[in-house]
């Protein structure tokens, strides 16, 4: 099987290979890296304002170029994080800590060298897990039937929920809210049109870039208008200044290492984010350094691990959204969307019917890795440049560019309206601190939640007591109970200690 | 304060197709309900607070530049909307002049007819005046 893999793997390459997919793989990898840079975009508004240009290729080139968006922006990100202490994206947060640090001692070059050997390091690791494991989960795939397929999906969305920063039942109610927006339009069991308050245009379902655009692209200038500092004076670098001394990469080798591990395990979980994955890449190699004291102070282990983590975690990620069609986050859940718009259901099937894409999806990560490698040594000072192009010439334009690409995905200025809607939403969400990439997994994956599980009910004559009798199925829901029920123990935990404190601190109030 | 969950959305469809979403609507409902009883006692959160600053000019400028692109978009064509929102969003940042935004808005434009109608030809005509 394995030797099946790799010369499906050999016909992916001649596939990404051909001059046409490879100039489109470098364009989204350019593009992506370049969007990456710029303060306060991150890759989910990188690939939404991006999937409508994607609209008049063909299907293969078009999936090569949104991942190369993808990787490449949060290549870009790093730089950001880097140099000028900016987070453009939240995985990047961490990156910060002991990134800036570093570019204050002069060594922000080195830093980023850093961070480029390990995303490639875990990028190629994470590419060999998805070429083995993938033919292995392909053969459990194909048991799978609706019942199966709506366990998993409940486990992504829990998890998904559950498992973002901040407040869990917070992130539920805003996976609920997603699957709500998911069930607007034409019912496709029944042709009755559901929650369209009366517009005609709302009967062909919410337009997934306008959603996308408005509660990533809209909320984030809302928050940050007037609020995003100047950046006068960013250090000046040289691509020489990038080649890590011998010992500073025996530094980083295991941390690295560390941090690939974690990113892939991560990866193949539903519903993880990335920003947790790499909190937590830092925080265990905080735990078993030697000498704690030196992280936040400029360790380049606390720059290489998390970056290894999200990189591995980004390539694992695709497994589960290509061979199961489920999306394991919200940049996933995008990506899966925009199959969709080109007409591929993902899952078992699409590996096999649609053997090109996909070997030439996993071929193109790499070849795409490598194009980033090259990209960025020589381009690093254009980086830095861009890095400094004020905010108030940013936002205008980038608005503009969101109208455009909203209004030419569908020749509708309705979803430009939408795209309003929602980055309204959005702010109100996020000043109550409610987590707002949720709502996208459960907008992509409540159609096909719905349909499911009505196929899976409808199959078991009504029986609802299917989903714990099928044993694939069981296991799913019992880690999905699991979950659940280890997230309020916390809460209880947490609302106990909490209560305890109070008490202590009104003792030491009363006798005084 | 954490209220703004509990959207009553009424289910009026016939039990086939409006089943899913009441329950969905009904989980919302107990999270909602949930939330608003923790506010009463609010937990301290981990992650440090960011002060709320209203920043009205920024918010009215930004709305009113894509509601101005889809009615100029709607009565006047792609060029006219291009101009309107990267001018009026322009304007919502403290740091900009009316001079400033009126090039980067004029730049823009000129973007714009390059980019979306020489090489992607944007299913909307640069100018009309019609009223459909």
């Known amino acids: 099987m394995i030797e099946q893999a790799l010369v499906d793997l050999w016909h992916g390459f001649a596939v990404a290979g051909e001059p046409h997919n490879l100039m489109w793989s470098f364009i989204g990898v350019l593009i992506g890296n370049l969007i990456g840079v710029l303060p306060g975009m991150g890759a989910l508004s990188a690939i939404s304002m991006l999937l409508p240009l994607t609209y008049g290729l063909h299907v293969v080139p078009a999936v090569l170029m949104l991942a190369g968006i993808f990787y490449g922006s949060q290549y870009g990100g790093a730089i950001g994080a880097i140099l000028l202490n900016l987070p453009c994206h939240p995985p990047h947060a961490v990156t910060c800590l002991d990134g800036y640090p570093l570019t204050k001692q002069g060594r922000g070059g080195t830093a980023l060298g850093i961070t480029m050997i390990s995303s490639f390091f875990a990028a190629s690791f994470g590419i060999l897990v998805m070429v083995f494991a993938s033919p292995l989960l392909l053969k459990v795939a194909f048991k799978f039937g609706p019942t199966e397929i709506f366990s998993i999906m409940l486990l992504g969305l829990v998890c998904g929920g559950t498992l973002s920063r901040g407040s869990a039942l917070k992130g539920v109610s805003m996976t609920l809210f997603g699957l709500l927006a998911g069930a607007v339009g034409t019912d496709v069991n029944s042709g009755v049109a559901r929650f369209t308050f009366g517009f005609p245009e709302l009967t062909d379902k919410l337009e997934l870039v306008a959603l996308a655009l408005g509660l990533f692209g809209v909320t984030e200038f809302l928050i940050n208008i007037n609020r995003m500092d100047a950046v006068i004076a960013g250090p000046t670098l040289k691509w020489r200044d990038m080649r890590p001394s011998r010992g500073e990469m025996k530094e980083a080798f295991w941390p690295m290492v560390r941090g690939t591990l974690v990113g892939t395990l991560f990866g193949a979980m539903p519903g993880t984010g990335p920003t947790i994955t790499t909190f937590l890449a830092y925080a265990l190699e905080r735990k078993i350094s030697k000498n704690p004291e030196s992280f936040g102070k400029g360790a380049i282990a606390g720059v290489a691990s998390p970056e290894a983590a999200s990189h591995s975690k980004t390539q694992v990620d695709f497994i589960p959204t290509m061979s199961l069609g489920i999306p394991g986050d919200a940049v996933m859940a995008l990506i899966l969307g925009a199959l969709l718009i080109h007409g591929i259901t993902p899952g078992p099937e699409l590996v096999t019917q649609h053997a090109d894409l996909f070997w030439g999806l996993i071929a193109s990560f790499w070849i795409g890795n490598i194009l980033l490698v090259i990209l960025n040594v020589p381009l690093i000072g254009l980086w830095v440049k861009l890095l400094r192009v004020p905010y108030r010439f940013l936002l205008p334009s980038a608005l503009f560019f969101i109208a455009v690409g909203v209004y030419s995905t569908n020749n509708s200025l309705f979803e430009v309206g939408e795209v309003l809607f929602f980055g309204l939403i959005g702010v109100v969400f996020v000043s109550l601190k409610f987590p707002v990439s949720p709502i996208l997994l459960g907008y992509v994956l409540g159609p096909m939640v719905e349909e499911n599980f009505r196929r899976a009910v409808l199959l078991s004559n009504g029986e609802i007591s299917v989903f714990v009798e099928k044993p694939i199925s069981a296991v799913f829901m019992g880690i999905t109970a699991t979950v659940l029920l280890l997230q309020i123990y916390f809460a209880i935990q947490r609302g106990r200690s909490i209560r305890l404190c109070r008490r202590k601190a009104n003792k030491e109030h009363l006798p005084g | ?132």
């Open chain 2, 1 to 132: 304060m954490m209220q703004a969950q509990t959207y009553q959305i009424g289910t009026l469809d016939d039990m086939g197709p409006g089943y899913f979403p009441f329950a969905i609507g009904a989980l919302m409902a107990i999270t909602g309900i949930t939330i608003a009883l923790g506010a009463r006692h609010p937990a301290k959160d981990l992650i440090a607070e960011k002060s709320f600053v209203f920043e009205w000019r920024g918010w009215i400028c930004i709305c009113l530049s894509i509601v101005a692109f889809v009615v100029l978009g709607h009565f006047g064509g792609l060029l006219p909307a291009t101009f309107a929102i990267v001018f009026l969003s322009a304007l919502g940042d403290r740091e900009n002049t009316w001079k400033s935004a009126l090039i980067l808005a004029a730049l823009m434009c000129c973007v714009c007819f390059v980019v979306f109608s020489l090489l992607l030809r944007v299913q909307l005509p640069l100018f009309q005046w019609s009223i459909r």
